[in-house]
């Protein structure tokens, strides 16, 4: 019912930047609420981690490997996440998720929503 969509990823030099951006939306008619967003990473072989979240009041967190060079942001109008992603490392070559928790009315609870995914490629 809501779709997520990524963009913004890209292959870059390390120590360079990346603006990521995840718009929500929804078919004609359906109404929907967000609460939380964030953003997770995935290398091959490995877990998904969490990079950063912003809540509904704006309250941010941060991996401690990401703190003071990502920064997770939100226009709540639009629907939308973004991570400006500076002095980024080749380590950090992953594909970068957004997630989203949203609650589609009559049900009143939230349920997670993914995104495709966009590929990050930092060279050394």
């Known amino acids: 019912q809501v779709r997520l969509v990524e963009s913004g990823g890209g292959f870059l030099q390390a120590g360079g930047s990346l603006r990521l951006s995840c718009a929500a939306s929804?078919?004609?008619?359906?109404?929907?609420?967000?609460?939380?967003m964030a953003w997770y990473r995935q290398a091959p072989g490995k877990q998904r981690e969490l990079v950063a979240s912003?809540?509904?009041?704006?309250?941010?967190t941060y991996a401690d490997s990401v703190k003071g060079r990502f920064t997770i942001s939100r226009d709540s109008a639009k629907n939308t996440v973004l991570l400006q992603m500076n002095q980024l490392k080749r380590e950090e070559t992953d594909v970068y998720y957004c997630?989203?928790?949203?609650?589609?009315?009559?049900?009143?609870?939230?349920?997670?929503?993914w995104g495709q995914g966009t590929q990050v490629t930092v060279s050394s």
């Open positions: 997630h989203s928790k949203v609650r589609v009315p009559p049900i009143p609870r939230t349920r997670d929503y």
């Open positions: 929804a078919a004609s008619g359906i109404e929907f609420s967000i609460s939380a």
């Open positions: 912003i809540s509904r009041g704006d309250t941010t």
